[in-house]
């Protein structure tokens, strides 16, 4: 393993905010820590850079323990969000920063700064002054910076925080091809589950300072570990109920879920997917309460009408009923996943 936590403990005034952490990052893996504000993200961050000292537990790089290192000896690439650029020096003057603390000379020196503005998209931009730059290409420029040392292990706190949307989706293609071509093992952090998925290998979504799941993105999207994860993923269908075979009783009434789900008194997740829109004289009776346009489809939220938990259904984008409508719900097992 390049990177193990284990049992990493950091307390602020005897509140646990990482509580007995255990993690392994392998070389090349890109894994995105996940989850939401407060829930200990970048103090796990910190924590493996050096920049917060543990209460309990350890810290390995490379199988040795680190624990006591400071941060500037651990060998490992910071980019944090507010990506602090120097603002008076140059793009090349920025990104040559790790490389003349290293003592490397002029000459390869530049040589190296032009080959890392290439990798990063921004070719022939090292006479450029930080300023004249968007805040896209600044987030480039912080990266060829956190680039520069050469780290085995990369870390990144919100790398894409402040760009737009689009910006964003573009330049985590790039970055998920970059970091594949170089090899770099990366750590990140991020609260968009988007960005998250679409970077990672593996996915760790934190709650309260530990790990509520781990796994690829589509595992974890498939099969979200209760119901917190799959609340935090925005699925809003979640119920308690009791499954007997492949029948739960839920607050919606009877639902069908697939065979070999987990018996007894569980959560239920049901993807809008799976809520389907009949004549309001079969099914549960429901009113349209609002639409919501998804692009691909219309997110339809109802209200039954016996005071049970709303509902979300997706529709396609011309079959879905106006607001106030009276409709009936009826699901499928395909779509409906009992958590553990
Ligand atoms: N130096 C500190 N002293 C006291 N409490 C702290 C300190 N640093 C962080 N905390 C607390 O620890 C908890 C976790 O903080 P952390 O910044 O790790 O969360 P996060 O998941 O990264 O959140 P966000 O997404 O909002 O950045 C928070 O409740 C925060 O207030």
């Known amino acids: 393993m390049l990177l193990s936590l284990d049992a990493a403990t950091v307390r602020f005034g005897g509140r646990a905010v990482l509580d007995a952490v255990d993690l392994d990052v392998a070389e090349h893996e890109v894994v995105c820590v996940l989850g939401p504000s407060g829930s200990g993200k970048s103090t796990l961050l910190r924590a493996v850079a050096g920049l917060q000292p543990l209460s309990g537990g350890r810290i390995l790089l490379d199988g040795r323990d680190r624990t006591g290192v400071p941060a500037h000896k651990r060998g490992v690439g910071l980019m944090f969000q507010d990506h602090q650029l120097f603002p008076q020096r140059d793009v090349g003057a920025n990104v040559a920063f790790g490389p003349r603390v290293r003592g490397v000379g002029k000459g390869e020196r530049d040589a190296e700064v032009a080959q890392l503005l290439e990798l990063v998209g921004l070719p022939g931009a090292a006479r450029r002054a930080v300023a004249s730059l968007s805040g896209g290409e600044q987030q480039r420029v912080a990266l060829a910076r956190a680039l520069a040392p050469r780290p085995r292990l990369l870390m990144l706190d919100e790398p894409l925080g402040q760009l737009d949307r689009s910006l964003r989706e573009r330049l985590v293609v790039e970055l998920r091809e970059m970091f594949g071509r170089l090899g770099t093992t990366v750590l990140a952090v991020t609260h968009d589950q988007g960005e998250a998925f679409a970077l990672a290998d593996r996915v760790v979504v934190m709650r309260d300072g530990r790990i509520a799941q781990t796994g690829t993105p589509l595992e974890v999207w498939q ?11 925005g699925f809003d269908n979640v119920a308690e109920a009791t499954v007997a075979g492949t029948a739960a009783d839920s607050p919606w009434g009877k639902l069908p879920v697939p065979e070999g789900s987990p018996q007894g008194a569980r959560s239920v997740l049901v993807r ?21 346009f998804k692009g691909t489809h219309v997110a339809v939220h109802l209200r039954p009408g016996d005071g ?3 509902l979300e259904a997706a529709c396609g984008l011309r079959e879905a009923p106006e607001v106030g409508d009276a409709v009936g719900v009826e699901f499928d097992a395909a779509e409906i996943v009992v958590l553990d």
């Open 272 to 292: 809008p997917a799976g809520v389907r829109l009949v004549a309001a004289d079969a099914g549960l009776p429901c009113t349209v309460t609002a639409r919501t």
């Open 223 to 233: 099969r979200p570990a209760d119901a917190f994860v799959a609340r935090f993923l």
């Open 308 to 310: 049970q938990p709303r």
